[in-house]
Structures are given as structure tokens and as C-alpha cells.
């Protein structure tokens, strides 16, 4: 009997275009990411996120991410892509990330991270954090490089929800959720030709393989196994 007893949830980041929203939608992705970064090759002006909000499905979250921008950038942005969440990666803290009134993500570097970095100290700095981006690259440093995530690296106490991001493509992401059993998966890389420019194949493989991981198998006496009609 194929059950899916967990749906890894997917976001698509650094959307430049409204066709490639527009696919992500009909993929069945759950979020796209709109790039208001300073210094990102996806970054995208406030004014430009109108267009790319309007090209989005129903029932599809449009993620607005920021490294270190002003509290007026961050209005700003807020007004015209209208986002139903927010993502930063910079040196913000708590107070700043929440005092827009919409839930938001923070952004963690596990690359070459604190031995001692865990769970409960990521929710006692960030206790308003709806969860956490875990990505590949080295603290303090910009996200969207492409660095492969270390699994290993991520804190075993995790009780929000975090999603995996960090050099993720269609082939590594099976093997990665399998490994890490992450809420979501991040991808912006892994699905370009070249940055802000997604290409079609690479998302609906990435999705088909996101799918595949999840979908497992409940045989007699209860015991689990991947799926093989899904398996290949």
C-alpha cells in the first residue's frame, strides 16, 4: 500500500520572471522567493516584484528574502510584492525580523559553524522565528552561492521547522531529504541557467524527485520501505 505519511514542502528562490512563477505554480511548488538582497545576481527591485506577484497561482506563498536591508527597503517591498512571509539572511536579529508584523524565517550558515551551535540556541535568539533556513555557506556570509549544505551539520534538537537549502539540485535532493527529513527544500542554483533564469526541465525534475522521496510504502506488519513503483 503507497502512502506519503510527510509531504516535503518546496520553495523556488531568485524568480526573475513571470513565466517561470508561473510554472513553479503548475509544478505544485509551495513557495516561490522574490530577492530584495543588495549585492544578489537575483535581486529584484520592489517594482519589479508587482509583475511577478501578480503571475502567482492561488494557494502559492510568495517568500520575500532580504540580507541586511533597511527597515524602509523592507516596507517597501512588503507593499508591492505583498509577501505572506518573510526570509533574512543578514546579521538581523529578533526584534528587527518581527517588526513587520508577518512570520518570517531566519537564515543559518552551517559551513565551518560553532561546534556548539544548536537548536535551543537558535530558538532562544530567534524565539519569534516561524523556523530556519539551514544553507551551505559559512556564517556571516551571503546565502545563494550554491554551497552543498553539510546534513551532519544540522543540529540534532531542531523542534521548528527548518528547511534544507545549499547547493540542492535534481540530483542530490532524493538522497537529501531521505538523509535529513527537512520541512522544506530551498533551491535556487540547482534549477538555472544561469542566475534568475530557472529552467523548465530542471524544476519539474527537481519536484518529481522531491515527490520521489517522499513517497514511501506501508507493507504488512507495518513496515516501511520506499516505494517501488517510485523507485528507480
Not at 538582497?37 to 535581486?43: D, F, I, Q, T
Not at 542530490?172 to 527544500?185: D, F, H, L
Amino acid at each position: 500500500m503507497k502512502r506519503a505519511l510527510f509531504r516535503t514542502r518546496i520553495k523556488f528562490c531568485g524568480l526573475t520572471r513571470a513565466g517561470d512563477v508561473r510554472l513553479a505554480g503548475e509544478l505544485g511548488v509551495d513557495a516561490i522567493g522574490l530577492i530584495f538582497a543588495p549585492g544578489s545576481p537575483r535581486r529584484i527591485e520592489p517594482e519589479a516584484a508587482r509583475a511577478l506577484r501578480e503571475a502567482l497561482a492561488p494557494l502559492v506563498d510568495a517568500v520575500a528574502l532580504f540580507r541586511d536591508n533597511s527597515a524602509g527597503e523592507v516596507r517597501d517591498a512588503i507593499a508591492l510584492a505583498r509577501p505572506t512571509l518573510l526570509q533574512f539572511h543578514g546579521s538581523e536579529d529578533d526584534a528587527f525580523c518581527r517588526r513587520f508584523g508577518l512570520p518570517y524565517l531566519k537564515g543559518i550558515g552551517l559551513k565551518g559553524a560553532d561546534a556548539g551551535l544548536n537548536g535551543r540556541m537558535l530558538h532562544a535568539r530567534y524565539p519569534h522565528a516561524a523556523g530556519f533556513v539551514l544553507d551551505g555557506h559559512a556564517p556571516g556570509e551571503p546565502g545563494g552561492s550554491g554551497e552543498r549544505v553539510d546534513i551532519a551539520a544540522i543540529p540534532g534538537d531542531m523542534s521548528k521547522p527548518y528547511v534544507l537549502a545549499g547547493g540542492l539540485s535534481a540530483d542530490n535532493v532524493y538522497a537529501a531529504v531521505r538523509a535529513a527529513s527537512p520541512w522544506g527544500v530551498d533551491v535556487a542554483s540547482g534549477i538555472e541557467l544561469e542566475p534568475g533564469i530557472k529552467d523548465g526541465a530542471l524544476m519539474r525534475r527537481f519536484v518529481e524527485e522531491v515527490r520521489r522521496a517522499d513517497c514511501i510504502e506501508l507493507g504488512e506488519n507495518g513496515v516501511i520501505g520506499e516505494c517501488e513503483a517510485c523507485g528507480r
